[in-house]
DNA sequence: TCCATATTTAGCTAAACGTCTAATTATATC
DNA sequence: GATATAATTAGACGTTTAGCTAAATATGGA
């Protein structure tokens, strides 16, 4: 049940490229940084979000934390955007979902 | 080419609801801001979101505007999302994407 | 134990966002 | 033209967010 954090978490331009980033394998938060003109403790707060919204894992290895992409809410996304769009199914009653 | 807004015109969940009304046709402002304990402007705004990602179309007949729902952009949405979570081809290099 | 490295947490600021009320525009009817 | 209805635009307000610097935490090595 993806819910809304999720939407905002990929809402943002920054995190998508982080997720594009670990799409080729894991890597530590130092390594995604290089990727980007932003200071650490602002990368920080991005892995916080994705972690939070279940898109990412984090593993720890002496000094540093390893990222990887979690893929099992990629389904749930897809669900609800197809449904959205109407190529999903149609539903009875308009649930409503997760309006707040 | 799905660019920032689109995903942040999703991100919310009223937004979001008003696509899945949509889905089941057309409405006016009116008829959806039914399903809304929110003002008429504040549903106006959402309307702007929408239809400036191209998400929703519009059309006048008489004091009353018709929204509909835009699917041009479904596909496109989808393949981003797709290559966020490797399900589509791999990149040989991380573009980047809309950063900004 | 002390120092360096990797990363996060704490606290701040400016911009963006969602909401509201009041005013405006557009159309229809009398 | 005057009035009613549908919806938007304008402007204000509180909250959230993305960025920063400084400080704290965690690990590894001399």
Redesign the interface.
Known sequence: MPS?NV??A??D??R??I???L??GEMTAGQIAE?FEISAPSMSHHFGVLKNADLIDVRRSGQQLFYS?N?TV?ED??T??M?????GK??DT???????
Chains 1, 2 share one sequence.
């Open positions: 809304d939407f905002k990929i809402s331009p920054t998508r490229k997720l594009r980033l799409n080729g990727h992409i893929t990629f996304v897809m609800v955007l449904e959205l769009f109407g190529t149609e539903p308009i649930s409503g979902g997760d309006t707040k």
